[in-house]
């Protein structure tokens, strides 16, 4: 039987994991690219340790698109900056919580297993399913949560 204690723990996390969501989906603004903007925060013990946004390696021209509309090859992923940014600062996200407004792909999916994190929370389903389902073969909890008006 779940405790009032333990209702109002679930729902505040869910209030918490709704908050940083959103907060994820401002940060993709950030991003250059056109076809798709992508936002993500790692958090460990409430505290934002790290945040990435897709876009093109440090240095390159913010650029995420050919002529011909697809993405260039060395376009970074949202999970991949905020995890690179996290060993560059020293801090560990050993047990974390990613948000991200889109569902991983599984080379994110790689990283975010071997980086630690334990919970993926995302707003937005992608067509391809291997990376939420390798997150879920490793033992991270997954939970698609979307944000309402963004589709």
């Known amino acids: 039987m779940e405790t009032t204690e333990t209702h109002n723990s679930n729902k505040n996390k869910s209030v918490l994991d709704q908050r940083y969501l959103r907060m994820a989906r401002i940060w993709s603004e ?17 505290m934002i340790i790290s945040d990435g946004y897709n876009g093109t390696p440090s240095g390159f021209e913010n650029i995420c698109e050919d002529e011909n509309n697809v993405t260039k090859s060395y376009v970074l ?12 600062s020293g801090n560990n996200s050993e047990g974390a919580t990613l948000y991200v407004t889109d569902s991983p792909c599984i080379e994110c999916a790689k990283l975010i297993i071997q980086s630690g994190i334990r919970r993926v929370i995302y707003a937005r389903e992608y067509r391809l399913t291997d990376g939420v389902d390798l997150l879920r073969r490793a033992g991270i909890e997954v ?3 979307p944000i309402p008006g963004y589709e």
């Open 143 to 145: 939970q698609c949560l």
């Open 77 to 88: 992923h949202a999970e991949a900056n905020a995890i690179t940014k996290i060993a560059r």
């Open 30 to 46: 950030n991003s250059y690219c056109i076809r798709r903007q992508v936002g993500a925060l790692v958090v460990k013990d409430k």
